[in-house]
């Protein structure tokens, strides 16, 4: 009896074997046809249609006013520091700093964004949430990143060799005529290249220079970083709410030979 049912479970189990290789097809050919995109391409109502109330959405939400902008703005305006770079290194202090106090207890002492970042101006006239996405189209997040004295350091003398309108606030740099060290500030403190002091400060940034993005390589010899999960363009967004006008200015937060 046993012999005959070993045998009828290999018949099955051979058959079972058989018919999936019997199922299995192989592909001997692949056709393909290239489609051009351009105006010749004819429209699929269908989704067309499906897509319609969703785009008319988003258009809607994009064209929302939140501000108004007495003048345009544009990153190339000035060498060492613009209105609009300026005025996004405050909103950044402004809005991150009381969420940072709020849940660590401790405060931003400066902000420091990247010239790179800064994708578009902002034009004269209404400030939209489409601004806000225009100026900052990336998911970068702020990150509050306590830097110990020396990597400050760093990050003054990077400022320094590149001389570029990198966003910046509560911070403080003057260079002479020929480009050599003058003085420097963070929150009101005085930095020096030569110091050397027990002692660190909280710099707001975003979470892709934290990485050493933009060569700022000081940003990864941190002490500790905060995330504050919160998107920079969200935050642009909330100032703009927050602002009947934004109307800033080129200052001497960055200067050279004054």
């Not at 099955?12 to 046809?33: A, D, H, N």
């Not at 400066?110 to 900052?136: C, F, K, P, Q, W």
């Not at 967004?237 to 009947?244: G, L």
Request: proline share 4%; charged share 25%; net charge negative.
């Amino acid at each position: 009896m046993k012999n005959k049912f070993f045998n009828l479970l290999v018949v099955v189990l051979f058959l079972g074997l058989f018919s999936c290789e019997e199922e299995y097809v192989k592909p001997v050919k692949i056709s393909y046809q290239q489609q051009a995109i351009d105006s010749t391409l004819a429209k699929n109502t269908d989704m067309e249609e499906f897509i319609k109330p969703y785009r008319e959405k988003i258009d809607a939400e994009m064209k929302t006013v939140l501000s108004y902008s007495p003048k345009s703005m544009f990153k190339s305006d000035s060498p060492y520091n613009t209105a609009i770079g300026n005025m996004m290194a405050d909103a950044v202090l402004e809005e991150a700093n009381p969420l940072f106090k709020q849940r660590h207890n401790l405060a931003i002492d400066a902000v420091l964004l990247n010239y790179g970042g800064i994708r578009s101006g902002i034009s004269e006239g209404e400030i939209t949430v489409r601004t806000a996405y225009d100026i900052m189209p990336f998911e970068n997040k702020v990150v509050v990143v306590e830097l110990p004295y020396e990597a400050a350091q760093e990050m003054i003398k990077y400022l320094m060799k590149k001389r570029t309108a990198h966003p910046i606030s509560g911070m403080q740099i003057q260079l002479n005529h020929n480009y050599s060290f003058k003085e420097a500030f963070i929150n009101n403190e005085a930095i020096h290249p030569e110091d050397n002091k027990n002692k660190s400060f909280y710099i707001a940034t975003s979470d892709y220079l934290l990485q050493g993005g933009d060569e700022m390589d000081f940003f990864t010899n941190n002490t500790e970083v905060f995330h504050l999960d919160y998107k920079l363009r969200n935050l642009f967004i909330d100032y703009f709410k927050k602002k009947d006008e934004i109307n800033p200015t080129q200052d001497n937060r960055f200067t050279v030979g004054n």
